[in-house]
Structure formats: C-alpha cells, structure tokens
C-alpha cells in the first residue's frame, strides 16, 4: 500500500483537480482571517521555542488553551473541529443505524 494518503493518490493522478485545489488554497491562504491565524501561530511557536528547529512539536488550541504536542498528533486531530462535530451527529442511543439501513 502506498504510504500516500487516498486524497494525496488522487490530486496526484487528477492535473485539472490538482491546479483547481491549488488555485482555491492559494485565495483562502490570502484570506486575513487565515494570514491572522497563522501569524497568531508562528508566534507561539517561537515563544514555545520550537518555530523551525524541526523538533516535530507544534502548539495545539484545546478547548481555548495552546498546548505543544507533536505535529502528527495535531494535524491528525479532526474532532475539535466543529464541522467533524456536526457531521458525527449526536452521541447515545438514537445514533444508532442513521446511514443506509438497506430501506428499512
């Protein structure tokens, strides 16, 4: 198996996909709301003192703290994220079988 994401497979083998998200990321990567968080960001990375020394950490927002963790962990982490929040739906015993239940 490839060590590529399925996403990375994709826009790999997909030019005209590839430039279109390409294009999309470079305007929402202008958007200031997104230079202001990432402003925001390289600053505590330099306070924590860990701002390009390749040590694999990177601060972390949890539940309105920044913490340092590592990279992966907090890259991978999708469930802080309200829209992941929204699309689980809510938790308990109602959750159950709300996909394709064969026309049941």
């Not at 925001?40 to 330099?46: E, L």
């Not at 701002?51 to 601060?59: F, H, I, L, Q, T």
């Not at 309105?64 to 962990?73: A, C, I, N, Q």
């Not at 829209?83 to 308990?92: F, H, L, P, V």
């Amino acid at each position: 198996m490839s060590k590529l994401s399925r996403t990375a497979r994709y826009y790999r083998k997909n030019k005209k996909a590839r430039e279109k998200r390409n294009e999309y990321q470079k305007a929402y990567n202008k958007k200031p709301s997104q230079v202001k968080r990432r402003v925001f960001d390289n600053k505590k990375n330099r306070e924590f003192g860990t701002y390009g020394n390749y040590d694999g950490k990177d601060v972390s927002h949890r539940n309105g703290r920044v913490v340092l963790e590592s990279e992966h962990k907090n890259r991978a982490s999708k469930s802080a994220t309200a829209g992941d929040r929204r699309a689980r739906g809510k938790k308990g015993k109602g959750r159950k079988n709300k996909g394709n239940t064969g026309g049941t």
